[in-house]
C-alpha cells in the first residue's frame, strides 16, 4: 500500500476565507478517496479457483526455415478437452527476443523477431492512424504472454503471431499454455503433464532466391542461404 500525503496551502496568519475553506474540505475529501482506493481492495487472482483444466494442443506450425526480413507465422490451436470451462486461456513464448551483453545498453532486451501482429482482434483506431506493430486484442501486462478468454469445453482457440524475423541464427522457440493468468487455474493434458512445446528455427542472414519459369510465368522458390 502506498502512502498517499496531501498538501493544503494555509495562511500564515488570520481565518480562511469561505472559498478558501471549500477548497481545503475538497482537497481532503479527494484525499480520503486516495487512501480508500489504496486499502483492502479485492486481490487480482480472487476470481481465478485453484483448479486444473485439460487442455491440449491440436495443431502447431511455424517454419524450420526463415530468412532475414522475410514475414512468417506461428500458430497454436488450443483445445478444451475437459468438461469445465476455462477461465482465460493463455499462452507464454519464450525467445522472440534475446539477452545482448553489448555494454552501455538502456534494455539489454533485443528482438529476433519482430512482432506485426498478435493474436486476438485488432482494435480499430477511432482516428485516421498508421498501425504500426499492432499487439493484438490478446496481449496482457506481461510482455510475453497473450490471454484470449474464456475456453468452453470440445472447443477450439487460435493463436496466431504474424512475426519477421530481423536476427540470423539458429534459435529454439518455446510456448506454455496456461488456464489463467493469476497462477491459480493450472493446464493440464489429459496425461497430467504440462502443455508445451518448442520449436527449432534456422533464420538466414538473406532472403530465399526465386525463379521465374520462363515458360509457364510461375514463380519457384529457391532455398535459403
Avoid at 46 to 58: C, D, G, P, R, W
Wanted: aromatic residues 6%; glycine residues 10%; contains cysteine.
Amino acid at each position: 500500500m502506498r502512502r498517499v500525503f496531501c498538501v493544503v496551502e494555509r495562511r500564515a496568519r488570520g481565518a480562511l476565507s469561505q472559498a478558501q475553506s471549500a477548497l481545503v474540505l475538497a482537497s481532503l475529501a479527494a484525499c480520503a478517496l486516495l487512501v480508500a482506493g489504496c486499502g483492502g481492495g479485492s486481490e487480482q487472482n480472487a476470481a481465478e479457483h485453484a483448479t486444473s483444466y485439460k487442455l491440449a494442443i491440436v495443431h502447431a506450425s511455424f517454419p524450420s526455415k526463415q530468412s532475414m526480413a522475410h514475414p512468417a507465422a506461428l500458430e497454436l490451436q488450443v483445445r478444451n478437452t475437459g468438461e469445465a470451462t476455462v477461465p482465460n486461456v493463455a499462452i507464454t513464448v519464450d525467445s522472440f527476443e534475446y539477452t545482448s551483453s553489448y555494454p552501455g545498453l538502456a534494455a539489454d532486451k533485443r528482438p529476433i523477431w519482430a512482432i506485426e501482429q498478435g493474436p486476438g482482434p485488432v482494435a480499430k483506431p477511432s482516428v485516421q492512424s498508421q498501425n504500426v506493430s499492432i499487439p493484438g486484442g490478446g496481449q496482457t501486462a506481461y510482455v510475453n504472454t497473450w490471454a484470449l478468454g474464456a475456453l468452453a469445453p470440445r472447443h477450439t482457440q487460435t493463436f496466431a503471431w504474424h512475426v519477421v524475423p530481423v536476427k540470423a541464427g539458429t534459435y529454439t522457440v518455446s510456448y506454455t499454455v496456461s488456464a489463467g493468468l493469476a497462477g491459480k487455474a493450472k493446464a493440464q493434458l489429459s496425461s497430467g503433464g504440462p502443455v508445451q512445446g518448442h520449436f527449432t528455427v534456422q533464420i538466414a542472414p538473406k532472403p530465399a532466391a526465386v525463379h521465374v519459369n520462363p515458360h509457364t510465368g510461375k514463380v519457384t522458390p529457391g532455398s535459403f542461404h
